[in-house]
């Protein structure tokens, strides 16, 4: 089978805020174009794009999920994304590679914190928006008071181009501004449409909104505003190809409304795609730092693997946009990435979980291929070698951290084997060793995501694991300096063992560790000795004397010592070093350090108070404030051991609408109460473990 034209595809992603009912639009939209028999609900699991066994459990997406369907002789490539913050980066990849997006608006919350986040990215990259509201039959929804909150937050050029008729559960169907006519809707068939004249008590206010909307449509054009502003008649035809030039330049952002559930208006939904939203073709070239690509089948193929599905059986499957060229199945590719050839297999057109098998995709279409080697999201497959600076955009940054450990001994490598592969899926999850404390690390953007990853560790992979919150890598300092003489001797017959060495510590420059002054004079201690001296001190500063946490930035001067011809060696320097280290320690005012982190927070202006608030009780210092889109930043200084158990606290604060990030700023001493507790904690951990 041939490959489809540039011109007749629209590649759409449906995004918005978790509960605006996106999987609800996707289904209704597949039911409406015939691609699917029947209307599946989230509430039973029954949908096409849910497809996931924690999804279903949960009652919402947590990955991209992408179906292909046809409508009008176009070709649609329609991908519901996850509005829950914790998995927004499958929407944010599926924004690199489509022309248009749906925003799907809850008729009763209007714009919330995701929509607003992701509209500003839409926006970066230029691409065409429209908008759907959506559930306007729920107890309090009201399509006037959200388009309001559409137009504060996104400007004025957000223009209806249909109203409601009836308001609840009265909600009875739609008014098109374009052509001023109406439409009822009966049950949640797809001969459920019928026009009807306008309701007399709503057309003074269905001309009101007319009005607004070709006062916008006007401004599209030099030509077309003086005429209107003359008052000539601006056509029917004139005013649709105005509307979608506007849409297509991302000048004009149109507003539908409806109820998916009740596959309300969404056949108007599904000729707006087709109608109004730009193809491939129709936007063109497309410039990523300097190189150009092209829509055109007859130049070298590239693509961009947006989404990799991790499965223990299917392997990988890589979802893939073609941005010139044309992807043939049975071909080989190279990865751009790693220098390597891949063998192109299967190729899939995908619709959920299900699949049909494709021979090609040519320019500007979307679609999977499986069990690639060497390939996964964010890499480019190209037809020869090149360069080509596609990349993932900016990903959020896991904060959610905990310390994870197999449930049986022995299930380690079975349980970083899951995680690896679960990366390549998310490139979200963080899982490293932390160097200091000797913990592997699990973190994700927030408790949700981490739940979700232990959960499909454990279904997917088999691998059962234990979080705990992790140690806080504190460390130990010293505000003074101290002399110390230690001696070691030992003598059980024969050869003994024999070493004596004078050291003096003081602070050290801030970052340098240790330094290390060999002050030897006389050859009290033989040259060959020093490094060993050296080493115990190494050692003594890795255990620490306080708490058993390192010993940073400190200046050692071995000054003095005795050695012994036939007794002394490396191991009784060595031994001599770290007991020296340590009585000094003693008496250089030894105290402990704690990482001090910068936290960044964004949240809605209205909780700017109570974060500001909980930061000073976490013994935070705030820095400032500025306005950000339509939040406000919020920077602080906070110590990392009060930011563990942040990222819920922070969602209950601000009812899931606010984020931060945050970076080790330094270290500072620890307050005297606090320093107590922590030792007292490091000293039943040690009893602990001798138990």
Not at 237 to 244: D, F, G, I, Q, R
Not at 554 to 565: C, N, Y
Not at 619 to 633: F, I, N, S, V
């Amino acid at each position: 089978m041939a490959h489809e034209s540039p011109k007749r595809i629209r590649n759409v992603a449906l995004v918005g805020h978790r509960g605006s009912g996106k999987t609800s639009v996707n289904e209704a939209l597949l039911f409406e174009a015939g691609a699917i028999n029947r209307l599946g609900s989230v509430a039973d699991g029954s949908t096409v794009s849910d497809s996931a066994s924690d999804e279903k459990a949960r009652e919402m997406s947590i990955s991209a999920s992408l179906s292909s369907f046809r409508w009008e002789d176009r070709k649609i490539n329609l991908v519901d994304t996850p509005g829950e913050p914790s998995f927004i980066a499958d929407a944010l990849a599926a924004l690199r590679v489509v022309e248009s997006a749906v925003f799907v608006v809850n008729g009763v919350m209007g714009v919330e914190v995701t929509t607003s986040r992701l509209w500003e990215r839409a926006s970066e990259l230029g691409l065409a928006r429209t908008v759907f509201v959506n559930m306007l039959d729920r107890e309090r929804a009201d399509f006037f008071r959200a388009l309001e909150s559409l137009k504060q937050a996104f400007g004025q050029h957000v223009v209806a181009t249909e109203i409601p008729i009836g308001r609840e559960h009265e909600l009875q169907g739609v008014i098109d501004l374009i052509d001023m006519k109406a439409y009822r809707y009966d049950g949640d068939s797809r001969e459920n449409c019928s026009e009807i004249e306008i309701p007399e008590d709503l057309q003074a206010q269905a001309e009101e909104y007319r009005e607004k909307l070709m006062d916008e449509v006007a401004e599209v054009s030099d030509t077309l505003m003086e005429r209107y502003l003359e008052g000539e008649e601006i056509s029917h035809e004139e005013t649709v190809a105005a509307l979608k030039k506007g849409v297509t330049e991302g000048h004009l952002f149109p507003v539908t409304c409806g109820a998916a559930t009740r596959n309300l208006a969404i056949n108007r939904l599904l000729d707006a795609l087709v109608e109004d939203l730009p193809s491939p073709a129709k936007r063109g070239p497309i410039e990523f730092d300097g190189v150009t690509l092209e829509p055109d089948e007859s130049k070298d193929m590239v693509a961009f693997v947006f989404k990799t599905l991790a499965d223990p059986y299917a392997g990988r499957v890589n979802l893939f946009r073609v941005y010139q060229g044309v992807l043939k199945h049975d071909s080989q590719v190279h990865n751009c990435r790693v220098h390597a050839k891949e063998r192109i297999g299967q190729l899939l057109s995908p619709q959920g979980k299900d699949s049909e098998h494709a021979d090609e995709f040519g320019p500007g279409d979307i679609g999977a291929v499986a069990k690639l080697k060497e390939t996964h999201a964010g890499d480019v497959i190209a037809s020869k070698e090149m360069e080509i600076p596609l990349r993932l955009p900016p990903m959020p940054r896991p904060v959610m951290a905990f310390a994870i450990e197999a449930k049986a001994k022995g299930d380690e490598e079975k349980m970083g084997q899951a995680l690896r592969r679960l990366q390549e899926e998310d490139p979200t999850i963080d899982f490293h060793r932390d160097t200091e404390t000797g913990e592997q690390i699990l973190a994700g953007i927030t408790q949700i995501h981490v739940e979700v990853i232990v959960d499909r560790m454990k279904e997917r992979f088999g691998a059962e694991v234990e979080l705990h919150a992790p140690h806080v890598p504190y460390r130990e300092a010293i505000k003074g300096s101290a002399k110390a003489h230690a001696r070691y001797k030992k003598q059980t017959g024969g050869r003994g063992q024999f070493a004596d060495c004078h050291i003096e510590i003081a602070p050290g420059a801030d970052g340098e560790g240790l330094e290390f002054v060999n002050a030897i004079k006389g050859g009290v201690i033989p040259g060959g000795f020093i490094p060993a001296v050296q080493k115990g001190v190494v050692e003594a500063m890795r255990a620490g004397t306080i708490a058993g946490y390192p010993v940073q930035d400190v200046k050692v001067t071995l000054f003095d010592g005795q050695h012994h011809s036939v007794d002394s060696s490396e191991m009784a320097f060595k031994i001599a070093g770290s007991m020296a280290f340590k009585d000094a320690m003693e008496n250089a005012q030894p105290t402990l350090m704690e990482p001090i982190m910068t936290v960044t927070v964004v949240v809605p202006e209205e909780y700017v108070g109570d974060v500001i608030g909980d930061l000073n009780s976490r013994r935070g210092r705030p820095l400032g404030m500025e306005p950000t889109g339509h939040a406000t930043e919020i920077k602080a200084e906070v110590p990392m051991a009060e930011m563990l158990d942040y990222a819920p606290d922070l969602r209950a604060i601000t009812g899931g609408q606010g984020e931060y990030s945050m970076d080790l700023a330094r270290y500072e001493e620890v307050p005297g109460h606090v320093a107590q507790q922590v030792v007292q904690e490091a000293q039943r951990e040690k009893e602990a473990v001798k138990a």
